[in-house]
């Protein structure tokens, strides 16, 4: 079947730096999204990873490991703001998104 | 630019009654999703269609209808509604499979 595991909740320290993991299994991979979602707000497109490696975009950057089914999103420098859930969204060989449950960050004064 | 609307913002509905909910993109984007997103849980899949005239089951179609007679309008009716209906809907809209996905503002529906 198919599968996302990623930590319910983190909390971290505003300025300082979180890593969210991520492993998947998928039936075929198409690449995998990270997504920002807001409380009461709808998800946002963070990044894409379709090679292993990392993609870095500003504050955020994230991994991918095909061979090992794992992702990790890196925050720095929080700001509180960041404070939102964070969903790891793989897509299968019918380039349909499977989304994890997210992960609540807390960010911390 | 609207991007891709969603109407009603929120709704309560008696049982039994039916509904739609309409969603409208303007980017002209061939693929269009339905999704609920519940406490606890990912975004689960309902329909979706990769173009128009066409449309396909997600991981819980039960309950639902789509249609998509159009590229801009991809509406989601729910025949009979049931409490286990309540949960926020989101309409989302993508240009082709494999790039990503807009969102609509969700639906909150209340089913009593």
């Known amino acids: 079947g198919q599968n996302i595991d990623q930590p319910t909740e983190m909390t971290a320290t505003e300025g300082a730096i979180v890593q969210i993991n991520c492993t998947y299994q998928t039936s075929g991979f198409n690449g995998l999204f990270w997504y920002q979602q807001h409380a009461g707000e709808a998800p946002t497109f963070l990044s894409y990873n379709v090679l292993d490696g990392l993609e870095e975009k500003g504050r955020f950057s994230s991994f991918l490991s095909r061979s090992k089914g794992y992702s990790y999103l890196l925050l720095k420098e929080l700001q509180m703001k960041d404070s939102a859930s964070y969903l790891c969204a793989p897509m299968d060989s019918n380039y349909q998104l499977i989304w994890g449950a997210g992960t609540k960050l807390i960010i911390k004064p | 630019t609207a991007g891709i609307t969603q109407a009603p913002t929120s709704q309560i509905l008696a049982a039994g009654r039916s509904m739609t909910l309409r969603c409208t993109q303007d980017m002209r984007h061939n693929a269009m999703y339905w999704y609920r997103q519940d406490l606890g849980l990912g975004l689960r899949l309902i329909h979706y269609s990769n173009t128009a005239g066409t449309t396909g089951k997600g991981e819980v179609p039960d309950g639902y209808s789509v249609s998509r007679a159009n590229t801009d309008d991809f509406p989601l009716t729910l025949a009979s509604a049931v409490p286990s209906q309540t949960s926020v809907y989101f309409c989302?809209?993508?240009?082709?499979?494999?790039?990503?996905?807009?969102f609509g503002q969700g639906t909150r529906l209340t089913v009593v």
């Open positions: 989302a809209s993508s240009d082709r499979g494999h790039t990503e996905a807009f």
